[in-house]
Structures are given as C-alpha cells and as structure tokens.
C-alpha cells in the first residue's frame, strides 16, 4: 500500500511538473501603435525591444509598420520593452507580466534634440525593415554621402550599383524602374536626373527585387523607390550642405519645412556644378573587309544645374486622417561635352597600319523639366484601412547640338566638318488609386488601378560639309521627326493573409493593356501595337521562429522596349556607327523567382537569398556591317 501511494505521489509530481512546464511555454503576443507624442502621427520603423527583466538578456524584438503598429510573439513572463527612434527619447515599461495577449495601447514618443541657439543636431543611422515584398533603407547619415545626389546614395545600397554614367543595375540587371514617391521618374534621361536631386533630399529608398502586383509590372531588374522628405517636425526646420571634390564637383543644398496644426510646407533647393572626364576604348575587327579598328575616346563632360521642390501638405481635418499634398518639382541642366576620337585603321589582325581617322565632337545640351504631383490620402478608423489617390502631370525638354570634325593624320587631310541637332520634347501624365481593407488582424485585401500616359517627340538633324569652305547642308538619310506614344492601363488586386501565426501568404494579379504608337512624321509612316498581359505574383514566408524566417517568392514582369530601340531611323553616333531599331519589336518577359533566409541576433541581422530569372523574347543590340557603316540593331536573342 504504501507502494502504491509513492509511485501515486510520484505519477502525481510528474504530471504537474509537466503541466506547470506546458504553461510556463505558452505563447503570447504583445501589440500596440507607437506615434508622435506632438503631432500623433504614427512613426514607422520604431524599433521594439523585449528582454528578461531579471537577467537583462535580449530576447526578441520587432519594427512598427506604416502606420505605427507592432505585434511581436513571445514567451509568456516578465519582461522589460525597450521602444527606440533616432530623433526620439527612449521609451521603456520595466517588469510587464505578459501571460495573454497583450495590447499596450499607444506608446508616445518625444521629440529629442540638442540645440546649440537654433542649430539641431542629430545623430542617425541608417536602418533597415524586411518587409514581405520589400526591403526599405531609411536613410540615416552614414549612408547619406554629404553633398552627394541620390546616385551616391543608392550606390551605397547592397545590391544596387552605379555606374559612371550613372546607369542604375539591381544584383546585376539594369532594367530597373526607377520610382520617386510611388510614380516613375519623368525625366528623358533618368541618370542625369538622379545626378541633380540632392542626397540630403531622401527620407528612405525601397529595394524591390521581386515586385508583386501593387506596383508597376514594368522592369524585369526590379524596381527601386526613392521617397522624398517633407518634414514631421513642428515649427520651422531646415538644412544646408555645401560640397566641393576634385575632379570638378561643387554644390549647395538646402531642406526647409514649416509645420502647423493645419498645414506642412517643404522645399528642396539644390545647386551643382560638375566636370566627368573619361576614356573608353573600342576594338573592331571587320572581316569581311579585312580590316582591324582601334577606337578611342577621350571624353570631358562639365554640367551645372539647379533642382527645386516646393510642397504644401494640408491637413483637412483634426486628427490629420485625411490629406491633400501638392508640389510642384522644376529642374534646369546644361552643360557642354567635348570628346575627341581616335581611329586606328589596321588590316586583320593587325599585321599592317593603314591610318589614323580624327574625329573632334564638341557639343552643347540642355535639360529643363517640370512637373506637379497631387496625392490624397484617406486613414479610416481601422488600423491600415486606407485610400489613396495619386495625380501627376509633367513636361520635359531636351536638346543637344554638335559640332563633328573628322580628319586624317597622318596627311592632316581634311574629312568632313557635320553638325547634329536633336531637340526632344516629353510630355508624361499619371493617375493612380489604391484601397488597402484590413478585413481581420491576419487578413487584407488590396485594390487599384493605376493609367500612365506618355507622349514624346524628336526633331533629328545631321547637316554636313565636304570642304571647309562650303555652307552646311541637309543630310536626309540622316533627317527625323519621330513621335512615340505610350499609354498603359493597368488594374490589380491582391490578398495577404497569415496561417498558424507562422505562415505568410500573400497572392495577387495584375492586368495591364498597352497601347504604342510609332509615328514616323516626315513620312506619315504609323506602326501601332496593342497587347495585353496578366502578371502574377505570389510570395510565402515561414517563421522558423521569433528570429529566423524563410521566403520563396514568384512574379512575373515585363520590359517595353524604349523608343530608341524601335525607332526605325538611322541615328548617327560616329562616322563609321549607326543606330537602327525595330518598330515590330516584342516586349520581353521575365518570370522572376526568388527564395530567401533572415536570421536576427541581438545587435546583428543576415538577410541572403538566391534568385532565378528566366527571360522570353529578350532584345540587345548587336553589330552589322553594311558597306561603309557598322549598324546596331535590335534582335530577340532567345524565345
């Protein structure tokens, strides 16, 4: 009997050891908004930290989201929650009991700074937030290069790299789309625009690699957003940076914002003046003409130009759930390149010099653009129920003339002395609307519908003397009025949803029609496409636990050939290379897959992935020789 009561006692002290044990491992989550303590607007990308309030020891931790919000999962016990922003006072709740679901309500934050008279200085770093489609890099000062533009910002950036002509790639791709604020770049070209928007400009940049159906289906690279500032801070707030580099690179900028209970005021000014020397080599071997070319170009490129942003963001009502935000953006560039070339001229593998053909370009260009954006934003009462409208409309103008002069040296005889004009004009118009439905804490529908209007126009000229006394004159092979227009519709929906508090699924499509024309003026000669496409995206991340997740992820994008690649007209680059397109050239498509890991310590995150593009009906130029010239053209390399 007294057997049996022991192994009783025993089973009995088992159980409730196993039992006491199963509770102690319950899992909880934590939530709550974070905001501005001054002006209640929610601050994003605040950072929560959860650690053991008896050893100290970090345990996990998490970001807000856009609107303020954290949900972080847990252990039950006691803990003590750290809440950090650069800018910001800490916040902290010392020994909180968490043994439910807990929600702490709104965590304020104060404003923390150290002045000196009226000058504010404030230390920031660069932070990083994984999202499920996205990484977003707020950028702090150590990423922002002082005086530099956005090019130097987003050079910075893993993954993005820049070149010296300012050519953007992602892990590698250059057909990257370019966003600034949610809406394309308007500018003809996108290097020299980036080159003038200051760093200090830039309040975060979006790495998109594998977009899904909320954004643009153009760019089978990816996509990149750059989000402007326009201040948070009550009062009047502003910055100047002045710069000075060798080669040539001087400028001033300056950021200035006036906040009120009913209105927000911003302006950007910049100011740049710059020299880009460079030297590209080019060897040729012609076989059919047995010969060998050796080109080399010595290039000299000096720009300056101003860059100005001025925007009113009005508060339509108290709680500042509803906004009306407008700007107007100018910019003005001009410059002068001067680029001299040589000509080697051999026989097949160089067994024999023959001459050296000169050729001397120097031209003159200017850019100037302007453009107004007008935004709405609508914040229901429930957390991320939103509507968003978007309205942009700009005008952009580009010419460039040049003077060639092309000669023998070796006999100082005298080629040919051309001119070329090229005068460009573009106009672009947006409007796009989004609706964010938060239906449960695990479930949210998307919707909208974006329309991009695009209309450009080139006036293209090469006049030519054949003795250095003779008037210029019409070269007509030469001679172009081209206009390209593009509207693309496009409508999406997509459904996030999260499974077991592990599993997050997010699926959408996109519908889009494209509509070209490539009107050849001087001849009346129309080519029209139309097409539509459907583009799905599908993304699924797993929670291995509180600090590692994995990812695979799926879409589908598409790259339109520019005008440049199907305008049928030769352009003139030198006296031995043109430039031919294709007007029945097919876009390529890009079926994107991506699969990836995260892993978080206290102080340290890993984020890898690796990534499988496969591209159907991809274009490059290639090379032909035809008589005298040596044509580029346009050809699918694969289907």
């Not at 530099?148 to 057909?175: H, K, W």
């Not at 010595?298 to 963001?313: H, L, V």
């Not at 990812?551 to 030198?574: C, H, Q, V």
């Amino acid at each position: 009997m007294l057997l049996k009561k022991s192994l009783l006692s025993l089973t009995f002290l088992l159980v409730s050891t196993s039992l006491i044990s199963q509770i102690s491992l319950k899992k909880v989550f934590i939530s709550g908004k974070i905001i501005d303590k001054e002006t209640s607007i929610p601050v994003e990308f605040a950072v929560i930290t959860i650690s053991k309030s008896d050893t100290k020891k970090v345990i996990t931790g998490g970001t807000s989201d856009a609107n303020g919000n954290f949900n972080i999962e847990l252990n039950n016990g006691t803990y003590n929650i750290k809440f950090e922003f650069p800018g910001y006072k800490t916040q902290e709740k010392v020994n909180q009991s968490l043994n439910s679901d807990t929600n702490l309500g709104n965590i304020l934050l104060v404003s923390e700074s150290n002045q000196i008279e009226t000058v504010v200085i404030r230390s920031e770093k660069t932070t990083v937030d994984i999202k499920l489609d996205k990484k977003v890099y707020n950028v702090g000062q150590d990423l922002m290069v002082k005086g530099g533009t956005v090019s130097d910002v987003l050079d910075n950036i893993p993954s993005v790299a820049v070149d010296v002509e300012g050519n953007i790639s992602l892990r590698g791709n250059e057909s990257v789309r370019v966003l600034i604020d949610g809406k394309p770049s308007t500018a003809i070209n996108v290097a020299d625009a980036l080159r003038m928007l200051p760093a200090d400009a830039i309040e975060k940049v979006e790495v998109i690699t594998n977009p899904s159906a909320r954004y643009d289906a153009e760019g089978g690279g990816g996509i990149l957003n750059i989000i402007l500032k326009k201040g948070k801070n009550k009062g009047i707030n502003g910055t100047v940076i002045a710069t000075a580099g060798d080669p040539k690179n001087h400028g001033i900028s300056a950021n200035i914002n006036s906040k009120s209970d009913t209105y927000n005021l911003f302006a950007t000014l910049a100011y740049n003046d710059r020299n880009s020397p460079g030297i590209t080599k080019i060897n040729q071997e012609n076989f059919g003409a047995n010969t060998y070319i050796e080109e080399r170009r010595n290039a000299n490129r000096f720009s300056d130009g101003i860059n100005t942003n001025f925007g009113m963001e009005i508060f339509l009502n108290k709680d500042k759930s509803a906004t009306w935000t407008n700007s107007i953006n100018y910019r003005n560039n001009d410059g002068e390149n001067f680029e001299d070339v040589t000509y080697k001229n051999y026989t097949l593998n160089r067994s024999n010099f023959l001459f050296t053909r000169f050729r001397d370009n120097q031209s003159i260009y200017r850019n100037e653009a302007i453009e107004y954006t007008s935004n709405f934003l609508k914040k229901f009462k429930k957390d991320g129920h939103k509507l968003t409208i978007d309205a942009s409309f700009s005008l952009n103008e580009e010419d460039e003339f040049s003077n060639i002069y092309g000669s023998i040296l070796e006999t100082n005889t005298f080629i040919s002395d051309e001119k070329t004009s090229k005068i460009g004009r573009q106009s672009r118009n947006l409007i796009q609307a989004d609706y964010v439905l938060p239906i449960n804490k695990d479930i949210q529908f998307e919707a909208g519908y974006r329309g991009s209007y695009t209309n450009y126009t080139s006036d293209y000229a090469v006049f030519e003397r054949v003795n250095q006394n003779d008037p210029y004159t019409n070269i007509p092979g030469f001679t172009n009025n081209f206009e390209y227009i593009e509207n693309v519709s496009a409508i999406y929906t997509q459904l996030g949803t999260k499974f077991f508090n592990k599993l997050s699924v997010l699926g959408g499509l996109r519908f889009e029609n494209t509509n070209l024309e490539i009107n050849q003026l001087l001849t009346n000669d129309l080519n029209s496409r139309n097409y539509n496409n459907l583009f799905p995206s599908l993304f699924l991340t797993y929670e291995l636990n509180n600090d590692s997740n994995i990812s695979i992820n799926y879409s589908k994008r598409i790259t339109r050939p520019r005008d440049r690649y199907i305008n049928p007209f030769s352009s003139y680059t030198s006296n031995i290379n043109l430039y031919v397109g294709e007007p029945k050239l097919n876009p390529s498509f890009t079926d994107a897959f991506d699969i990836g890991y995260l892993r978080k310590w206290d102080k340290t995150t890993i984020s890898t992935s690796a990534y499988y593009n496969h591209t159907t009906d991809s274009f490059q130029t290639v090379r032909k020789e035809s008589g005298q010239f040596i044509n580029g053209i346009p050809v699918i390399i694969n289907t």
